[in-house]
């Protein structure tokens, strides 16, 4: 799968240990970070979806993110709420599912470079899509869905000019790195 994909088979092993990294640290810290909270890693870029109690703990599993060797990006997309129960933790992997389902189904979208999370009906994009009209199909994909309340896209275009310091991930050397 991971040769299919517009990262490459490196990237996406680096990927695949950034989000082991992080979840190791999270499990290390408390339970509650790898129960409340979700990873998706392109290219380095690391999207941090889910629901905390407090802000407290939405800091703790950013800095730890922050951590990883190869991380570029944390983009803290956590929210602080008690969460919305059964119900809506089933509706959000309704909507993720059927979003995936869509988008793999659609042939002017290569599925296979996005990934999709759904938090509370906010629907959290992160990949790298091959043009601004592949983009605009996987958002009117998540539009038509009951249930979305808002679609955030993390993503980027395949001839954006970040991507060329994906070639760097590797050494964990970021400008936005904390310190």
Do not use: C, M
Request: hydrophobic share 40%; proline share 3%; aromatic share 4%.
């Amino acid at each position: 799968t991971a040769a299919a994909e517009e990262r490459g088979i490196g990237q996406a092993a680096i990927d695949l240990r950034i989000k082991v990294t992080i979840s190791s640290l999270w499990l290390n810290h408390s339970q509650k970070l790898i129960t409340g909270l979700d990873l998706n890693i392109s290219e380095g870029r690391v999207l941090v979806t889910g629901v905390v109690p407090d802000e407290t703990t939405r800091d703790v599993a950013v800095r730890l993110a922050w951590k990883a060797k190869g991380v570029r990006e944390v983009i803290n997309e956590i929210r602080i709420a008690s969460g919305d129960g059964a119900t809506g933790f089933a509706r959000d992997g309704w909507i993720t599912g059927q979003l995936r389902t869509r988008v793999t189904l659609d042939k002017q979208v290569q599925a296979i470079n996005y990934a999709i999370e759904t938090v509370g009906g906010t629907v959290y994009l992160i990949g790298i899509a091959q043009n601004a009209e592949e983009l605009s199909r996987v958002r009117d994909h998540a539009r038509a869905l009951p249930y979305v309340r808002r679609i955030v896209s993390h993503v980027i275009l395949k001839d954006d000019p970040r991507r060329a310091g994906v070639k760097n991930a590797a050494t964990g050397t970021s400008p936005g790195r904390p310190q």
